[in-house]
């Protein structure tokens, strides 16, 4: 999906600060949301890609504002409203009970839990198919945009890289979050130059994006 999500490499978010000695949760409740975000998961019955969409279909001010993990928990509620384990507005409630109102939770639930057919543990596939680029081979990354989940990055589009290494097969994120099927396909390590992204002005540096070969095409 193109939006607020796909901020790699668009300018005006500042200088990303890192702490050598920073914590693994920041806080308490970070911790607890990271479980409760992968336990979603199979309670509604979905898959990584999925939740990653989730994140994606938030509101651009609630993406922004609520913070890191206040993003994981909100995809953790779509998802698992989505699949009907609970009512729309459950979680609301909950909470507005817990601070001493009176609220009535609602619980008129459909359940239409969506399941992903696994065809093997993990991500990764084998497959028949020979992989079509290889290893230093010019290529270029498709140009396309689309409503549903990608992980194509949109600054890499139309550019040029080449080919650094070939990948196990893997099943295709843009299929899997929307459970059409695994689409399962040859991945590759492509090498990127920050001039050739950003332009000649660009801090000099090289990018390895891993990509899947729909997203490519030979130059």
């Known amino acids: 999906m193109d939006g607020l999500h796909d901020m790699g490499g668009t300018q005006g978010w500042g200088t990303v600060e890192i702490d050598p000695n920073e914590a693994v949760f920041a806080e308490e409740w970070h911790g607890r949301a990271f479980a409760l975000s992968l336990a979603s998961m199979g309670i509604s019955g979905t898959n990584l890609d999925?939740?990653?969409?989730?994140q994606e279909r938030l509101h651009p001010l609630d993406y922004l504002s609520n913070g890191y993990y206040g993003r994981w928990l909100a995809c953790a509620e779509k998802l698992i409203v989505d699949s009907g384990v609970l009512a729309p507005g459950a979680v609301e409630a909950r909470a507005r009970r817990m601070r001493g109102e009176n609220v009535e939770e609602p619980s008129d639930v459909e359940v239409r839990k969506p399941q992903y057919e696994r065809g093997g543990a993990g991500s990764l596939r084998e497959i028949s198919d020979k992989p079509k680029f290889s290893v230093g081979q010019s290529v270029k990354a498709k140009?396309?945009?689309?409503?549903?989940?990608t992980r194509l990055p949109a600054y890499i589009r139309g550019h040029a890289g080449v080919v650094k290494a070939i990948r196990p097969a893997a099943v295709l994120p843009d299929s899997t979050a929307h459970f059409t099927g695994e689409d399962a396909q040859n991945v590759y390590t492509v090498e990127f130059t920050s001039t050739e992204l950003w332009g000649d002005g660009a801090e000099a540096a090289t990018l390895f994006i891993d990509l899947f070969e729909t997203y490519m095409e030979a130059l």
């Open 50 to 54: 999925a939740f990653r969409h989730g």
């Open 143 to 149: 140009t396309f945009r689309k409503s549903g989940h």
